[in-house]
């Protein structure tokens, strides 16, 4: 694990059952992304779309969040906390009750988000180990928001991973969706030719 921390594993290892899942799961082990400090939580909040609680209010809910129930949300491909962090920490900010479930393949990805919510004392996120192939199979529910950035484009079938998500949605949910495509990475395919 990267910055030194210890590694701390909750229920052993996770059984990784196909080849994209299996070389997903090895590269975020090695190399948990993106890379975070949890001593930085002192210093600082990293924001960043689309998760902002002001955007989900404006673009998904069309309003202020009601304090009807615990707002749910579910952090599908959640790497080393970014996202969950900044939502767990804005709601908390507001007194807006939450239940935020953070899903990640790699388990060394899992022990820096838990890091970073125990120095920042949120206590409205679980972490779950698990591949977002087996959400359906997790039984986790339906979420009024889901945050996937990064992820559907590592599936084998993106397009089934993005129907799981839809089926985790409440009816009057919403989804922050981005994936990486050519355009959108201009300059990053470049450097990484130039840099080979």
């Known amino acids: 694990i990267s910055h030194g921390l210890p590694a ?9 059952k196909n080849g994209a899942d299996r070389a997903v799961h090895g590269q975020y082990e090695a190399y948990p992304y993106p890379p975070r400090d949890p001593a930085d ?15 989900i209010e404006h673009y998904v809910i069309g309003g202020r969040i009601s304090g009807v129930g615990p707002f749910r949300v579910l952090i599908a491909g959640g790497g080393t906390g970014d996202a969950t962090i900044m939502l767990a920490s804005q709601l908390a ?11 990640d393949i790699s388990a060394a990805s899992l022990d820096i988000a838990r890091a970073r919510a125990e120095a920042r004392n949120l206590d409205s996120i679980t972490f779950r180990q698990a591949s977002l192939n087996d959400l359906a199979a997790l039984g986790l529910g339906q979420f009024d928001y889901i945050d996937c950035c990064g992820v559907l484009h ?3 079938e993106p397009a089934a991973g993005l129907k799981s998500l839809v089926a985790a ?19 990053v395919y470049e450097a990484q030719d130039l840099l080979r």
């Open 154 to 156: 590592h599936l084998p």
């Open 93 to 103: 900010a507001h007194t807006i009750g939450a239940e935020i479930i953070h899903l």
């Open 41 to 55: 939580e002192a210093k600082r909040l990293i924001t960043d779309l689309p998760s902002g609680l002001a955007e």
């Open 8 to 16: 701390r594993r909750i229920g052993g290892a996770m059984a990784v």
């Open 169 to 187: 949605l409440q009816p009057e949910g919403g989804i922050g969706l981005m994936l990486y495509g050519r355009l959108g990475r201009t300059g």
